[in-house]
C-alpha cells in the first residue's frame, strides 16, 4: 500500500508543479504545446522500447500475444462500460467525446507502470509496458477521433504504438540489443512521466478552479474509473487461468485514474482539454486513495 501511495504523491507533486510554473509564467501555451508534442511524439516511444526490451523479468515469449491480447479485451471491456453509461450523463455534445475516452482508457502509461512496478515487483513493469501497445492504438486512432473529431490512418500508427510493437517481437524472437542503446532508452524514458504531469498541471493553471469542482459528472465518472471497470475487471479474470502478475497488472491499470495523454492530445490536435485536465485532476487526486486500497486488500 505504501509504495502504491508514494508513487501516486510523486505524481501529484510533479502536476502541482506543472501548475506553479504556468502561474509562473515559466509554462506558457506556446512551450506546453511543444512540451506536448516532444513527450508523445519522441520521449514516450522510446521509453516504451527500453521498458519491453530491457528487463529481467524472465517472462516467456510466448507469454506476450496473451498479455496484448488481455490487455486489448480490458479496453473493451472499458469501452463497452463507457458506451453504457455516459449516454445516462447527459453530457454536452461536444463533451461526449472526452467522456467516453476517459472511462475507455486510464492513465496506463505515466502512473500506471510505475504503480505496477512498486506493488507487484518482478516482471509487472514488463507485462504493464505491453498493455501499452494496444492502448497507444487506440489512444491515437479512437482516442484523437473522440477528442478532437479528427482521424487518420497515419496518426494510427503512432511512433509509441510502433517502438512498443518492435519491441515486442523483438522480444519474442529473442534478439538481443546492444546494452547501451537499451540504457540510452532508459535514460531519455526517465522523463516520459514528470513532462508529461508539467502539462497536466500547465493546462489545470489555466482554468479557474470553480469549474474543476463544478464538474458533478466527475463523481460518477470517477467512481466508474476508479472503482467500477477494475472490481469487473478483477470478476472476470478469476474465471481464467492468468499468471498471477499480469493479472495483477490488469486489475491495477483498470483501476487507473484518467488518461494524461489527452490533455496532450486535445493541446496537440484541438480539443476540449480542460474537460480532460479538470477528470485528469479529480480522478488522480481520488486515487491517492483508491489505489493504495486495491493494493492493499487484493494484493495484501
Given at each position: 500500500m505504501s509504495a502504491a501511495l508514494s508513487q501516486i504523491l510523486t505524481i501529484f507533486l510533479a502536476i502541482l508543479a506543472g501548475f506553479v510554473c504556468r502561474k509562473a509564467k515559466v509554462l506558457t501555451e506556446e512551450n506546453t504545446s511543444a512540451l506536448s508534442n516532444i513527450v508523445v511524439k519522441i520521449i514516450l516511444p522510446f521509453y516504451l522500447f527500453g521498458a519491453i526490451l530491457r528487463t529481467d523479468a524472465g517472462v516467456d515469449p510466448r507469454a506476450v500475444p496473451v498479455a496484448v491480447g488481455l490487455s486489448a479485451g480490458m479496453f473493451l471491456l472499458s469501452a463497452l462500460i463507457?458506451?453504457?453509461?455516459?449516454?445516462?450523463?447527459?453530457?454536452?455534445?461536444?463533451?461526449?467525446?472526452?467522456?467516453?475516452?476517459?472511462?475507455?482508457?486510464?492513465?496506463?502509461?505515466?502512473?500506471?507502470?510505475?504503480?505496477?512496478?512498486?506493488?507487484?515487483?518482478?516482471?509487472?513493469?514488463?507485462?504493464?509496458?505491453?498493455?501499452?501497445?494496444?492502448?497507444?492504438?487506440?489512444?491515437?486512432?479512437?482516442?484523437?477521433?473522440?477528442?478532437?473529431?479528427?482521424?487518420?490512418?497515419?496518426?494510427?500508427?503512432?511512433?509509441?504504438?510502433?517502438?512498443?510493437?518492435?519491441?515486442?517481437?523483438?522480444?519474442?524472437?529473442?534478439?538481443?540489443?546492444?546494452?547501451?542503446?537499451?540504457?540510452?532508452?532508459?535514460?531519455?524514458?526517465?522523463a516520459t512521466s514528470p513532462c508529461a504531469m508539467l502539462v497536466i498541471g500547465s493546462v489545470l493553471a489555466s482554468v479557474p478552479i470553480r469549474e474543476i469542482v463544478s464538474e458533478w459528472r466527475a463523481v460518477p465518472f470517477v467512481l466508474l474509473r476508479l472503482v467500477g471497470i477494475a472490481a469487473l475487471t478483477a470478476l472476470l479474470l478469476r474465471f481464467l487461468p492468468v499468471d498471477p502478475t499480469l493479472k495483477g497488472v490488469l486489475i491495477l491499470m483498470a483501476a487507473m485514474p484518467a488518461a494524461t495523454n489527452s490533455t496532450m492530445l486535445c493541446t496537440i490536435y484541438g480539443g476540449n482539454r480542460a474537460l480532460s485536465a479538470k477528470l485528469i485532476f479529480l480522478s488522480t487526486a481520488l486515487s491517492l486513495v483508491s489505489i493504495p486500497l486495491w493494493a492493499a486488500l487484493y494484493f495484501g
Open positions: 463507457a458506451l453504457a453509461v455516459v449516454p445516462l450523463l447527459r453530457p454536452p455534445k461536444e463533451d461526449r467525446g472526452v467522456y467516453l475516452f476517459e472511462l475507455m482508457c486510464g492513465n496506463v502509461t505515466y502512473i500506471g507502470i510505475p504503480v505496477c512496478a512498486a506493488v507487484l515487483g518482478g516482471s509487472a513493469s514488463f507485462y504493464a509496458s505491453l498493455l501499452n501497445i494496444p492502448y497507444n492504438l487506440i489512444c491515437f486512432s479512437l482516442g484523437i477521433f473522440l477528442l478532437c473529431g479528427k482521424f487518420s490512418l497515419r496518426k494510427a500508427l503512432n511512433p509509441a504504438f510502433l517502438a512498443g510493437l518492435a519491441a515486442a517481437i523483438l522480444y519474442m524472437l529473442r534478439v538481443q540489443l546492444p546494452p547501451v542503446l537499451l540504457s540510452g532508452c532508459a535514460f531519455l524514458g526517465q
